[in-house]
Each structure stands twice: as C-alpha cells, then as structure tokens.
C-alpha cells in the first residue's frame, strides 16, 4: 500500500477514466469497436504513471505500455494498479495477456474498472490474477457506468464474440464443462423459442447457425452436440436431473393462517413467466396484477419480484448443491433466499447501500437473461431494485446474511420495515425516534444536519435519536464532524 495516508483512492479511478479518454485506435479491417482504455500506476510514495490504450504503439494495451514500456525499469511490487477494464487473459502469440504481465510485475493490488462482457471469458483475467495472489477491488458503482456508457459500442460488440483459451483454461464454475449424459436433444425447444424471442436472435432454433451462437455463448461444448451445465440449467427439460439445486421454491403465507408452496424446476429462461401465472392466480387481491417480465408499463410488485428472483437465481453458488433459491411472500413482505454470500470483492456493506460494484458470479446465465431484458446488463440489478422502491414510495429493501445464504426482504409497508425491528427495539424507541426510524427506512444513511432537517428537529435531537440507533445497532458511525454519516446496517 501507499505510504502516503492522503491518497485519495476515488480520485485515482476517476484520473484514471480521465486517462481512458485519451485512448489512440487503430483502423481494423474486421470492424472491431476500439475500446477506450486507461491504466494509472499508484507508487508507495503517492506518486503515479499513466497510459492509454494506443499511446506508445497503435494496438498497444494501457497496462501493457504502463508496465513494460513507462515503467519497465522500476520495483513495482507494492505499486497498485488501476485500469478501467479488466486485463485480458490472453492475446494472439506471440504477446502476452495483460494480467500474465501484472503478475510479472509482482503488483499485489489491482483496481478494477468492468468485467470484459464477453461470456466465455468474463472474470477470467481477474480470476487469474487472483490465483497469483493479487488482491482485487472494483470501481465504485457510478464510475463503472461512467466506462459502460463511453464503451458502449465496443461492449456490444464483445458480447457477440468468444476467444479460445489457452492451456490450462481459468474456470470459474465447473458448470462451464459439458455436464455428464446430457445432449442437446435435452434442451427444450420452448425454452429455446422463448431466448431467441426475447434476444431477437435471428437464426432459428435448431440451425447450425443457431447452435454455433450457444456455443459462442458457452451453452454448449466445442462438440456442438453437449450442453454445458450452465446450458443445461438455462433449457434443459428437467434440470434437477442433474442439479438437484437447480430451481426456484416458492411460498406464498396468507393472513387466515394457510399457505401454498409451488416448485418450478423447468428450464431457467421459462421460470419469470411461470412465477408470474402462480402469482396471479393466488394473489389476485394483495399484489399489482402487472407484468413481471420487463414492458412499458410495471408496477409493484412483479418487478421487484421478477428482479430479485431473477438475480438469486443468477447470482446464486451452484457449488452449494443442498440448497434452491426460495420466494416467501406474505401480507408484508417477499423474501428471497439465494444460496452464497456475495461474489468477492463486493461487500455486504456495498449490498446494503446499493452501491455493490458491477460484477458476476456466472458470467454464462448473467449474459442470457440480459439478453432477454430480464437483468440489468452486469451487476446484482441493484439500480432497479432501488428505483422501484423509491417510485412506489416503499422502505428500500434490505440485504443480510443467512447461514450459507444471501438474504433480500422486500417490505410492502413502512409499517411491515418497523415491525421487522422486533418488540423489544420497537418499544424501546419513543414516538419521535419512531417517526425518525420511518423516515430511515427509506434511506441508505444519513446525516445529523439532513436528519435534522427532513425531521423538523434540533440538532441536538437529531444526535440524541442517531446516537441511540446506533447503540440498538440499527446504524453505524462513519467518519466525524460535520461530515459524519450513519448508515444503516
């Protein structure tokens, strides 16, 4: 790490999109988009070197100028790298990929800009860093859109591509290998229909041409003739066959006492719209009766129940095989149980405050349902959870920990959020503190003087209430004086 105590990390991943900018491309025949790329090299003693993409050498990449050409003569190994795309893996011989070169370098610590969005090969630059011991954070979440939004055009692009590993191949799930006595035959043809539909993919069903995009797409093995796992999960006909945790188990508890349970272990892509259907038909009097698959016109709450199931089930550990994803719907609130703890390097603190950096645990089903306009196009689908909270007026949801699982509640009230802090909390706080927990329940955190504010109270009321949430444990501290804030926990 930096000897200097006031490098301001936030800064350098904003220079370094600053740098990005300054990219040089190169005319290309094949009409590959140029991404725009910068890398900025943090020194123990605070000071930095930069490079773009092009800067030295037309095609040249910003990691590989900054630490083979700028600083090729210096002792990097506690020097920290920030560059606005992951580092690719592999390049034509006889070059090198750009994360083979920072482990060269001895770097430690890389800051990570966007995951590369092709899905054969997503996460496995930083993958490979991380198996060398190189430890890797993210950009923060508005900075990443920031990238997404000037690389739009190269990002499209990469989504429709694939590139051949070289030996030995990064694996980021063994659901990425052909599953064991499956064939394509196994693959449901309405499944099928209903992702080239939505993904407006012009080959039909069953072509070769069609059957050479899944492979592209990593649904399929080299053969053309063996689905992968991750294939499998996504169109087989029955994918418990050979997940087991394969799936979605739904609850739904009504307020006479009786509830009604529904599996769905059809092929992933079919599971929004059928969850939907059973929605309808058992709550036709307690949930908007809306579109849960994404249109012009959505409300509460099939939206945020389409958004989060569909994230649980694409986020979610397959390598924890005695679990399902689960959906519990009651008069107050939807919780949904995805088996895993959030993908490394995102927090539960980012989770909880919305801010959770673009990344994937499954790259493969990630890019399906993107495809499908039924994810957002990288990340936990945070963004949208959020909005749709605040457009219906409704406390945000709230992400924690259970067991081996990560755990989102969906409160359909103010009233349902309060009650969930128990009675002895409840009867613990004064009508006042009450109303300020109500006005928490929409937030992320605040501060004294915005608390003080938005409350009609004094300041030295506004401390008093913070103060004792956060000795309930329902906020935490961060930082001082005038600019401390209290997030909620």
């Given amino acids: 790490m930096p000897k ?21 491309g190169e005319a290309r025949d094949d009409g590959k988009p140029n991404p725009l790329v910068g890398a900025v090299l943090l020194r123990p003693d605070g000071t930095t070197e930069t490079a773009c993409r092009g800067e030295l050498r037309e095609g040249n990449h910003a990691e590989f100028t900054l630490l083979e050409r700028k600083c090729v003569n210096e002792k990097l190994d506690d020097c920290i790298l920030f560059a606005t795309l992951e580092p690719c893996l592999n390049r034509n011989e006889p070059k090198r990929g750009c994360a083979r070169h920072i482990v060269g370098a001895r770097i430690k610590k890389v800051y990570v800009g966007i995951e590369d969005d092709n899905p054969t090969v997503a996460g496995k630059g930083i993958q490979y860093l991380r198996n060398h011991g190189v430890e890797i954070e993210m950009f923060d979440r508005d900075l990443q859109e920031i990238i997404l939004k000037e690389n739009k055009a190269f990002f499209e692009w990469a989504r429709q591509q694939t590139e051949a590993p070289e030996e030995p191949p990064i694996k980021l799930s063994e659901y990425e290998d052909a599953l064991k006595d499956t064939e394509i035959g196994d693959f449901s043809r309405p499944a099928l229909k209903r992702y080239r539909s939505r993904a407006s993919i012009k080959p039909k069903v069953g072509s070769a041409e069609f059957n050479r995009l899944l492979k592209l797409q990593g649904l399929l093995t080299e053969d053309s003739q063996s689905p992968s796992g991750f294939g499998y999960l996504l169109f087989g006909n029955d994918p418990r066959l050979a997940m087991p945790q394969a799936g979605l188990l739904a609850r739904a508890e009504f307020p006479n006492g009786t509830a009604e349970r529904k599996e769905f272990s059809m092929p992933m892509v079919l599971i929004p719209g059928e969850l939907e259907k059973w929605l309808n038909n058992i709550l036709p009097n307690t949930l908007d009766r809306s ?16 958004e989060a199931v569909v994230n649980a089930l694409i986020h979610r550990d ?171 926990l």
Avoid at 4 to 24: F, G
Avoid at 291 to 306: A, G, H, K, W, Y
């Fill in 291 to 306: 579109q849960m698959e994404r249109t012009e016109s959505v409300d509460l709450p099939f939206e945020m129940i389409r």
């Fill in 318 to 488: 397959y390598n924890i095989k005695g679990q399902k994803c689960q959906l519990i719907v009651t008069a107050d609130a939807i919780t949904i149980k995805s088996p895993g703890h959030p993908v490394p390097p995102i927090t539960m603190e980012q989770m909880r405050s919305f801010k959770a950096p673009m990344k994937s645990r499954n790259p493969v089903l990630h890019f399906v349902f993107a495809r499908m306009g039924l994810a957002e196009e990288q990340g936990y689908g945070l963004t949208s959870l959020k909005e749709q909270a605040e457009n219906h007026g409704l406390p945000l949801p709230e992400y924690a920990k259970e067991g081996d699982s990560l755990v989102l509640t969906i409160y359909r009230t103010t009233e349902a959020a309060m009650e969930s802090l128990g009675r002895d909390v409840l009867e613990s706080l004064n009508s006042s503190e009450r109303k300020g927990w109500e006005f928490m329940a929409n937030r992320t955190g605040t501060t004294q003087s915005e608390y003080a504010r938005e409350l009609d109270v004094t300041a030295r009321t506004a401390q008093r209430h913070l103060a004792h949430f956060v000795e309930l444990r329902l906020l935490r501290k961060v930082g001082s004086g005038p600019a401390t804030e209290y997030l909620k």
């Fill in 4 to 24: 200097n105590p006031k490098t301001n990390l936030r800064k350098i991943m904003e220079s370094t999109i600053e740098v990005m900018r300054q990219s040089i």
